[in-house]
């Protein structure tokens, strides 16, 4: 989807935005506790100063229409000398009512892009059962390299994650 066809505004999420993070994070965490290893707990415990930190060091993109922040997708470099090739897509998250517009895949391909100069490869992981995330992830150019059994564990139930790479650079 090319910038002038896009219905939305892609950006760098900065501190200043970290109350509007916080609440579609939490959004995000509540409403699809299967989708992520983070809990709503764990995130209510984070102050909005904490926030606007996590998005200081982190890359963290925002799509934005006139209804305000509507989706959100991240990444990270691994650490350490031997895993510095590497980087994450994490936090990925479009609310409901602004799916089926491409904001998902403009997110996914915006972090791509940013991910390319900084590492060779971008890795994630969805729940097996997210058939949606998945095919984004594929269409994007992320590949399935392994599954991890009961990866998460909500209440009772175990939650089995599909292990994608994207290879930026070969």
């Given at each position: 989807?090319?910038?002038?066809?896009?219905?939305?505004?892609?950006?760098?999420?900065?501190?200043?935005?970290?109350?509007?993070?916080?609440?579609?994070?939490?959004?995000?965490?509540?409403?699809?506790?299967?989708?992520?290893?983070?809990?709503?707990?764990?995130?209510?415990?984070?102050?909005?100063?904490?926030?606007?930190?996590?998005?200081?060091?982190?890359?963290?993109?925002?799509?934005?229409?006139?209804?305000?922040?509507?989706?959100?997708?991240?990444?990270?470099?691994?650490?350490?000398?031997?895993?510095?090739?590497?980087?994450?897509?994490?936090?990925?998250y479009v609310r409901p009512q602004a799916r089926g517009r491409g904001m998902g895949e403009a997110l996914v391909c915006r972090v791509i892009d940013d991910a390319r100069?900084?590492?060779?490869?971008?890795?994630?992981?969805?729940?097996?059962?997210?058939?949606?995330?998945?095919?984004?992830?594929?269409?994007?150019?992320?590949?399935?390299?392994?599954?991890?059994?009961?990866?998460?564990?909500?209440?009772?139930?175990?939650?089995?994650?599909?292990?994608?790479?994207?290879?930026?650079?070969?």
């Open positions: 989807m090319s910038a002038a066809a896009c219905p939305f505004e892609l950006r760098r999420l900065e501190r200043d935005d970290a109350a509007t993070y916080r609440q579609l994070r939490l959004e995000a965490l509540e409403r699809h506790p299967d989708a992520f290893g983070a809990s709503p707990a764990d995130e209510w415990q984070m102050s909005i100063d904490d926030m606007a930190d996590r998005l200081a060091r982190s890359v963290v993109f925002g799509a934005f229409d006139g209804a305000g922040l509507e989706g959100v997708a991240g990444w990270y470099r691994m650490g350490g000398d031997k895993l510095a090739h590497r980087g994450a897509l994490w936090g990925m100069d900084n590492v060779e490869q971008l890795h994630l992981t969805v729940a097996a059962h997210n058939v949606a995330a998945r095919r984004l992830y594929e269409m994007t150019g992320f590949a399935t390299y392994g599954v991890e059994p009961r990866a998460l564990k909500v209440g009772d139930e175990y939650v089995d994650e599909i292990m994608m790479v994207c290879l930026l650079r070969r």
